[in-house]
């Protein structure tokens, strides 16, 4: 997403000098330009996804430091930077004690005006994550989640069920947890957690771009458990709203916020489910232990792989409704599906399951085998314990700017050339 930067300049000659050294940043865009300190802080609050303030020291009526300060007062979430002739000391470290985020030459390179607002802009950003997030109950993790995404081989075969018991069983483990109903037309989560809810993921599709922690708490239901749900639209010809663009979005913003996120993928390829299944840690194919069943897993993870969205080493299948008395055994299911298969198999204990299904409360479960089952398939995920932070590498300088070490004052006096 781009940076949204506001400038402080005092002249035209200094607005263009700044503008034309943005105009060089591909990830950094000026939003509006001030004359005066008046009209800095009377904007301010007008752009609440405002990431950044580059003030130039001349700008007036207040000293540029006062404007600091009132500004990292009253918005501490936004990063200011202050633009000077020369960075001394003591400017820098009365700039700092006001509350800025850096100082910066006007002398200084393209890349280091670049680097400068990137590093102030991100700050910004997880500051103000933060800060939503603490006021609207709405977690944090600090990391980046892990996404597991379940596909059922065909419906009927308990994937719904599985991806509530692990959500239940990783929020129990103190994991924080969403739970994602991405089967879009005919999602069932609502039915066997027994609640309602006005909001729906389609909500979240017009503004995927940038889904703040307001918009989330908005359109997530808080399970008494623990766990924040997101689900499938009520109607569900709604479904056709949610593009593989808008579901790379929310799953982003969710995987920034949770420990752990875990997809209902239905029975059904969609656009948005086939990019949870791309874009997910683990992807499960749930499978019950006769052919129709192995068949259509078969078929899945077939398409997966025709269509690029993930290869067949990379899906782990998952065995329901398991018994020693049936035909079909996991080694059988593991040779006819060709993936790797769990260890651990959901028994076939459909009696077990009856109070909670019909009652709506997942954790009425009337078996401890079944309740155990469960437990071990979480472990197996991996959700019972913190995974190690995963960062992407950040493109380099010389990726965002072009390799060009231009500096904003040879830009202004090209200007005046």
Same mark, same amino acid.
């Given at each position: 997403?781009? *940076?949204?930067?506001?400038?402080?300049?005092? !002249?035209? =000659?200094?607005?263009?000098?700044?503008?034309?050294?943005?105009? $060089?940043?591909? +990830?950094?865009?000026?939003?509006?330009?001030?004359?005066?300190?008046?009209?800095?802080?009377?904007?301010?609050?007008?752009?609440?996804?405002?990431? @950044?303030?580059?003030?130039?020291?001349?700008?007036?009526?207040?000293?540029?430091? +006062?404007?600091?300060?009132?500004?990292?007062?009253?918005?501490?979430?936004?990063?200011?930077?202050?633009?000077?002739?020369?960075?001394?000391?003591?400017?820098?470290?009365?700039?700092?004690?006001?509350?800025?985020?850096?100082?910066?030459? !006007?002398?200084?390179?393209?890349?280091?005006?670049?680097?400068?607002?990137?590093?102030?802009?991100?700050?910004?950003?997880?500051?103000?994550?933060?800060?939503?997030?603490?006021?609207?109950?709405?977690? #944090?993790?600090?990391?980046?989640?892990?996404? #597991?995404? %379940?596909?059922?081989?065909?419906?009927?075969?308990?994937?719904?069920?599985?991806?509530?018991?692990?959500?239940?069983?990783?929020?129990?483990?103190?994991?924080?947890?969403?739970?994602?109903?991405?089967?879009?037309?005919?999602?069932?989560?609502?039915?066997?957690?027994?609640?309602?809810?006005?909001?729906?993921? #389609?909500?979240?599709?017009?503004?995927? +771009?940038?889904?703040?922690?307001?918009?989330?708490?908005?359109?997530? *239901?808080?399970?008494?458990?623990?766990?924040?749900?997101?689900?499938?639209?009520? $109607?569900?010809?709604?479904?056709?709203?949610? !593009?593989?663009?808008?579901?790379?979005?929310?799953?982003?913003?969710?995987?920034?916020?949770? &420990?752990? @996120?875990?997809? +209902?993928?239905?029975?059904?390829?969609?656009?948005?489910?086939?990019?949870?299944?791309?874009?997910?840690?683990?992807?499960?194919?749930?499978?019950?232990?006769?052919?129709?069943?192995?068949?259509?897993?078969?078929?899945?993870?077939?398409?997966?792989?025709? %269509?690029?969205?993930?290869?067949?080493? &990379?899906?782990?299948?998952?065995?329901?409704?398991?018994?020693?008395?049936?035909?079909?055994?996991?080694?059988?299911?593991?040779?006819?599906?060709?993936?790797?298969?769990?260890?651990? @198999?959901?028994?076939?204990? *459909?009696?077990?399951?009856?109070?909670?299904?019909?009652?709506?409360?997942?954790?009425?479960?009337?078996?401890?085998?079944?309740?155990?089952?469960?437990?071990?398939?979480?472990?197996? @995920?991996?959700?019972? #314990?913190?995974?190690?932070?995963?960062?992407?590498?950040?493109?380099?300088?010389?990726?965002?700017?072009?390799?060009?070490? =231009?500096?904003?004052?040879?830009?202004?006096?090209?200007?005046? !050339?």
């Amino acid at each position: 997403m781009t *940076y949204q930067v506001m400038l402080g300049a005092p !002249t035209e =000659t200094i607005e263009s000098t700044l503008t034309a050294g943005f105009e $060089e940043l591909a +990830d950094s865009q000026i939003v509006s330009v001030h004359r005066s300190s008046k009209e800095i802080i009377d904007t301010v609050p007008k752009l609440p996804n405002l990431d @950044v303030v580059l003030i130039h020291e001349e700008l007036g009526p207040l000293p540029v430091l +006062d404007i600091i300060r009132e500004l990292s007062r009253s918005h501490p979430q936004l990063a200011v930077i202050l633009l000077v002739e020369e960075v001394l000391p003591d400017t820098f470290n009365q700039a700092m004690e006001a509350g800025a985020r850096g100082v910066l030459a !006007t002398s200084a390179t393209v890349e280091e005006l670049s680097a400068r607002i990137s590093t102030a802009a991100d700050w910004s950003r997880t500051l103000r994550r933060h800060l939503e997030a603490a006021s609207l109950d709405i977690p #944090v993790s600090g990391s980046r989640g892990s996404v #597991v995404a %379940l596909s059922g081989s065909k419906g009927g075969i308990g994937t719904t069920t599985t991806a509530i018991q692990l959500a239940m069983v990783a929020a129990k483990a103190k994991r924080s947890v969403c739970l994602v109903d991405l089967d879009l037309q005919s999602g069932d989560v609502p039915s066997f957690m027994d609640l309602t809810h006005r909001r729906s993921i #389609v909500d979240l599709a017009e503004v995927a +771009d940038n889904i703040s922690a307001a918009m989330l708490s908005d359109t997530l *239901y808080v399970h008494p458990d623990g766990i924040h749900i997101l689900l499938a639209p009520g $109607e569900g010809e709604r479904g056709e709203d949610m !593009t593989a663009s808008a579901a790379r979005q929310i799953l982003g913003a969710l995987r920034s916020r949770y &420990e752990v @996120v875990i997809v +209902d993928c239905g029975a059904y390829l969609t656009e948005a489910s086939a990019m949870a299944v791309e874009l997910a840690d683990t992807a499960i194919v749930v499978v019950s232990p006769d052919l129709p069943a192995i068949r259509g897993g078969q078929r899945l993870v077939a398409m997966w792989e025709r %269509l690029q969205v993930r290869k067949k080493d &990379e899906v782990t299948a998952l065995l329901t409704r398991h018994s020693r008395k049936n035909e079909i055994q996991p080694d059988f299911v593991r040779k006819l599906l060709g993936t790797p298969l769990f260890k651990h @198999v959901i028994p076939a204990n *459909y009696r077990a399951l009856e109070e909670a299904t019909n009652t709506g409360d997942p954790l009425r479960i009337s078996d401890d085998g079944l309740r155990k089952a469960f437990r071990l398939v979480a472990d197996e @995920v991996g959700l019972l #314990v913190t995974r190690a932070s995963e960062t992407e590498e950040p493109n380099s300088d010389d990726q965002k700017t072009g390799g060009k070490k =231009t500096s904003l004052s040879g830009l202004l006096k090209k200007d005046s !050339t």
